[in-house]
């Protein structure tokens, strides 16, 4: 019988994260014919997307930042200045988001998240649907994950 004995750690550590990244991104591959078929292709690299409205004044009224990858768009955040709220600029900036995502990076579908006390209707009213809904997320609160396809 072979004993083995193992050393846990709970450190934060770069080096072991990237080592950890690379080894599950090769067994995912190896597992995956979608994923091996990605490697290597423009699609497999995550690409910023930033739109931003700016006021008559040039202070930021609004922005979302997201990124895409293997022809998704993922909304990471969308705000609009409370000052400026109610004018459409949330829905300008999704939508020129979603545009640039489908007509110069081939994306044919979008994600993001949202809490229930943020924008769930909103995104409901720009055409997503929520395919995922995590209670307590933290505690008290329920986060949405939605969907969209982009036409």
Not at 44 to 63: I, Q, T
């Amino acid at each position: 019988m072979v004993s083995r004995m193992f050393r846990m750690e709970t450190e934060v550590d770069k080096s072991r994260r990237d080592l950890l990244r690379t080894r599950l991104r090769n067994s995912n591959t190896a597992a995956s014919p979608v994923l091996r078929d990605l490697r290597g292709t423009p699609a497999e690299r995550e690409v910023p997307l930033h739109v931003w409205v700016l006021d008559g004044s040039d202070a930021l009224a609004g922005g979302l930042v997201g990124h895409t990858w293997a022809a998704w768009l993922h909304v990471t955040y969308l705000w609009v200045d409370e000052r400026h709220r109610g004018a459409g600029l949330g829905s300008r900036l999704l939508s020129e988001a979603e545009r640039v995502a489908r007509t110069e990076r081939g994306c044919s579908a979008s994600r993001l998240e949202t809490w229930d006390f943020q924008a769930p209707k909103f995104y409901e009213k720009q055409g997503y649907d929520v395919v995922c809904a995590i209670p307590d997320y933290p505690p008290g609160i329920t986060e949405f994950t939605l969907t969209k396809r982009l036409g």
